[in-house]
């Protein structure tokens, strides 16, 4: 214990050591709260003799939680402690308590995509049909659940807002519909323990009994429910420890309420507060960016992050023209740091929102970069994916009705849409699930046809559930997938088809996975852990480049990072602009942003951005004026009269050519151009855009009009004009059946035929 203790800084190891009461830990990006958390549960155990299972820490994503797990497990024996999500934390009391819960053991979780079908449905059964009123609904019932408030509560508290009618009424069948399928969605996971706490004494004193200990990560993005749950699990002991960082606070959109940590002394009195404030992860140069731009802010607990580490490279800024040469210049500036020896992991490409990606996966696909997408669908969302989860979700919990909705013609089995009608209104009717109703064909009256194939799918679906109680996840897994036929609704001779087969394996794989590390798991406990698995589980030490949003990598570092999209109402947005605290949070976003990069951060945008239908002029981002007292930028950072509102007169002097409505005419990349300056040192073009193409040039002599090429992606294409000459040659190739693409001859990886 003593090697342990002595790797902690002395701000580390005065909150590890202080076991007892209420503890909050301010620990600033890079500063070791890992370290810091994992070394008190040690301490825990092995110094003040507490029992593992006497603690329950609680993590933000199941990633982090089984780093924790790998961490404490080469120190102690944590076999028995509760080391999870806050969800995976609420599904496992629930199922603890069913009864008392009033719910069903195997209840089904419904992720986004499910919980959003239901809600759909109940909408237009309540007589709406306007999508905008449906998305407002939706995010109210979100924010409802959030506050703890039922539908009753919430009638009585806001019955005067704008649309409240329309809520209520949706919230109070979407909630009749859960309950009749036996199914909780993320936020019933969280309030219906809490209701379960706050209503039944012997369950709040056997849970606030049973964990001495509590200790809580990123306590920065609880929400209202999570805070109370917290409290009354730390209610017995009052040992409660909460490490976070309000200058993290990014959720606010979803629920985060950063009055938690900010208010910590007031709702735990006599609550100790320490701070960690040295950095580990970056260089100077990066945490004097990420301070200059996070001291911005007023509501926050003043902390400055430093570090011991090296002074770093200077911060690199380029504007380009529009997205595309946006896009172009991070691969050049990618692909020749591989090629003196960086790795393609050691890059993210970073932005505000996820739209953004679509020019980066263009010219990353042009030019042979690997990369991997994440703030989009995550793997478990996916449409094959999902279809082979509803057959689990029914072998768990045969009342699910979605479910069975979901996979009734998949693969096709021609059951068609009146058919299903038919089953829905008889299972309403006779008050019994979908499931239940296809024991019952014969009194609904189905041609001898539709009867068979109803029987043949009844039957299947028996089987399966049999099965579950028999095979174990790895197996199960398996037979679902062959005896349903999955493989055989997709073609595998297109890319489509090959794709999707591929991601079948991958699924096959995931068990395999969940199977060795949880041999006694079930497939329900399967079921839980990947509907609340987050984006960023799926990442892996593959060699890709990560695409993200700046939400999706929240908790990881990369060498370099490219933080793109830096224009006003695209990072800071539309809405967080007109908004005090709403720019707070994009400001604090940007913080997490420049946090992320261990060595060197690259600010890119686009003077022009086709987004939502058109393209516009835009302004740079007002953080980039935030940034400017450390770092020198060379381009106006005030907003010209009509510049990003269609200021076409300034575009036109700025840079040439017309600009009209839905298109541009100016070059859209200049690599000839000497980047601006940085810091005040003087940074000559190689080391951003002209000479970092390759360090060995390559001979483009032979990529002239009419020649035969072939790309590794898009096939065989013919030249059919270029532009430019020697490392800065562009041609333009008309691949076969994709148009024509233009390519930067230098890095593109043509074969020339």
Known sequence: ????????????????????????????????????????????????????????????TNKAANEMKERLSAIIDCGNMWICTIHSMCVRILRMFPEQAGFNRNFSIYAESESGTVMKKTFLSCGFADEKLLKTVRYRISEIKNEGLSPDEYEEKYGDEENAEAV???????????????????????????????????????????????????????????????????????????????????????????????????????????????????TKVILNLANAVI????????????????????????????EAGEALYTARTIAALVAKGYRYSDFAVLMRINALTRSYEQEFAKYGIPFKVFGGFKFFERKEIKDILAYFRIIVNPLDNEAVTRIINFPKRGIGERTVAALEDYAAQEGISLYDSLFEIDEIGFNAGTSAKLNAFCALLKDLVMQGQALPVRELARYVVAATRMRDAYD????????????????????????????????????????????????????????????????????????????????????????????????????????????????????????????????????LKELAPVMKIDEPLSSPRGYGYGGREYFAREYGGTYGIGQVRYSAYRPEEDLPTFGGQKKQAPVAAKAEVSPQKKDLSALRDGVRVRHPKFGEGTVVSTKGAGQNLIVNVAFEGLGVKQLAAALAPLEVL
């Not at 800084?9 to 958390?37: C, F, I, M, R």
């Not at 911005?296 to 690199?316: F, S």
């Not at 994009?586 to 022009?608: D, Q």
């Open 492 to 623: 595998k001779n297109t890319d489509e088809g090959e794709n999707k087969l591929a991601n079948i394996e991958e699924f096959l794989s995931s068990v395999d996975e969940f199977a060795r590390l949880n041999p006694e798991a079930s497939v329900g406990d399967y079921l839980s852990q990947v509907t609340l698995s987050a984006d960023t589980d799926e990442m892996d030490e593959s060699n890709y480049v990560t695409l993200a949003t700046i939400h999706a990598v929240k908790g990881l570092e990369f060498r370099q990072v490219f933080l793109c999209g830096l224009e006003e109402r695209t990072f800071p947005g539309e809405r967080a602009i007109r908004e005090r605290d709403g720019m707070e949070e994009e400001r604090r976003l940007m913080y997490v942003a420049i946090t992320r990069a261990r060595e060197k951060i690259y600010f890119t945008r686009s003077k022009s951005r086709y987004l939502y239908g058109r393209r516009e002029l835009t302004a740079p981002s007002s953080f």
């Open 168 to 282: 209520y009424k949706v919230y109070v069948l979407y909630q009749k519909h859960l309950k009749e399928n036996n199914a909780l969605d993320f936020d019933d996971l969280l309030l219906e323990t809490l209701n379960l706490l706050r209503r039944n004494r012997d369950v709040l004193d056997f849970l606030a009994g049973k964990f001495r200990y509590l200790l809580v990560d990123e306590f920065q993005d609880t929400n209202g429910v999570q805070f109370e749950i917290a409290k009354y699990l730390a209610s017995a002991h009052g040992n409660l420890f909460a490490v976070g960082d309000d200058d993290q606070s990014i959720y606010g959109w979803r629920g985060a309420k950063i009055e938690n940590i900010l208010g910590f002394h007031r709702s735990f009195p006599g609550a100790k507060v320490y701070k960690l404030e040295q950095n580990y992860r970056s």
């Open 295 to 322: 001291a911005h802010n007023g509501k926050r607990n003043k902390k400055t992050l430093w570090t011991d580490n090296a002074d770093g490279e200077a911060p690199v800024y380029y504007a380009a023209d529009e």
């Open 1 to 60: 214990m003593e090697n342990l203790l002595e790797q902690l800084n002395p701000q580390q190891l005065l909150p590890v050591t202080d076991t007892e009461g209420a503890v909050l830990v301010l620990a600033g990006a890079g500063s070791g709260k890992t370290k810091v958390l994992t070394s008190r549960i040690a301490y825990l155990v092995r110094e003040k003799n507490v029992p593992p299972e006497d603690i329950l820490a609680i993590t933000f």
